[in-house]
């Protein structure tokens, strides 16, 4: 299996958080995503770079949010996340990177 550039655009970070921690504990791992990338694009993506076999792919859109840091008035970017379901067996370790 050859590892494409254009997996490493669709795929962009994994999310870890404690929320993220336990779905790891059911096979479920979140990532952000490239906002135009389909589930299937994310699949293949997933499958190819970290030669798992994946079941399943949530997907959600959380919209940015207005804040204020140090007086200055901003708003965070919009942000895709993935949730995939990996096969039984198959596991994603996080922390080493891609």
Same mark, same amino acid.
């Given at each position: 299996?050859?590892?494409?550039?254009?997996?490493?655009?669709?795929?962009?970070?994994?999310?870890? &958080?404690? #929320?993220? &921690?336990?779905?790891?504990?059911?096979?479920?791992?979140?990532?952000?995503?490239?906002?135009?990338?389909?589930?299937?694009?994310?699949?293949?993506?997933?499958? #190819?770079?970290?030669?798992? #076999?994946? &079941?399943?792919?949530?997907?959600?859109?959380?919209?940015?949010?207005? #804040?204020?840091?140090?007086?200055?008035?901003?708003?965070?970017?919009?942000?895709?996340?993935?949730?995939?379901?990996?096969?039984?067996?198959?596991?994603?370790?996080? &922390?080493?990177?891609?």
């Amino acid at each position: 299996m050859t590892k494409d550039a254009r997996h490493y655009d669709t795929i962009v970070a994994p999310v870890i &958080t404690e #929320k993220a &921690t336990i779905a790891s504990e059911n096979n479920q791992f979140v990532f952000k995503v490239a906002r135009n990338a389909t589930k299937p694009q994310i699949k293949a993506a997933i499958e #190819k770079l970290f030669d798992v #076999k994946v &079941t399943a792919v949530n997907t959600l859109l959380r919209k940015g949010k207005n #804040k204020v840091f140090r007086g200055v008035r901003g708003r965070q970017q919009d942000m895709k996340k993935a949730i995939v379901t990996l096969a039984d067996g198959d596991r994603i370790d996080v &922390t080493t990177g891609l």
